[in-house]
């Protein structure tokens, strides 16, 4: 069954701004850490930020760096990704996963690193 839900995608122009929401369903992401990837048509999926189980640790890809921003809200176990200045290359499925703590540092960059999936929000971006 679908363990987390993401929102928030859209149809946008170039410059605009949108806000994804990835929110648990069905059981508790609590004390997760979590991240936001995205697969552009013909492109495999890529890694976009990653959070920290507490909040105080996020990484981003090169590509959205000073544009985008990733936050959650450790009483919901929501995460959002705030996307500003949204370009045509930033078209994409995105989805929201999470990963399950482990006694060991875990890397965050691939999909293989994490272990529950959303199904993913279309965001389209037009010139």
């Known amino acids: 069954q679908v363990q987390l839900i993401e929102s928030g995608g859209g149809v946008v122009q170039a410059g605009d701004s949108l806000r994804l929401s990835c929110a648990p369903s069905?059981?508790?992401?609590?004390?997760?850490?979590m991240g936001w990837f995205r697969r552009a048509p013909g492109k495999a999926r890529e890694f976009v930020s990653y959070?920290?189980?507490?909040?105080?640790?996020?990484y981003y890809a090169d590509f959205v760096k000073g544009r985008f921003a990733i936050s959650r809200d450790l009483g919901t176990n929501t995460m959002y990704l705030q996307m500003n200045n949204l370009q045509p290359e930033d078209t994409a499925v995105y989805y929201c996963a999470a990963q399950r703590p482990a006694d060991v540092a875990l890397g965050y960059r691939t999909p293989h690193d994490y272990d529950y999936w959303g199904q993913g929000t279309q965001v389209t971006v037009s010139s």
């Open positions: 959070i920290s189980r507490g909040g105080q640790t996020t």
């Open positions: 069905g059981r508790s992401f609590s004390g997760y850490a």
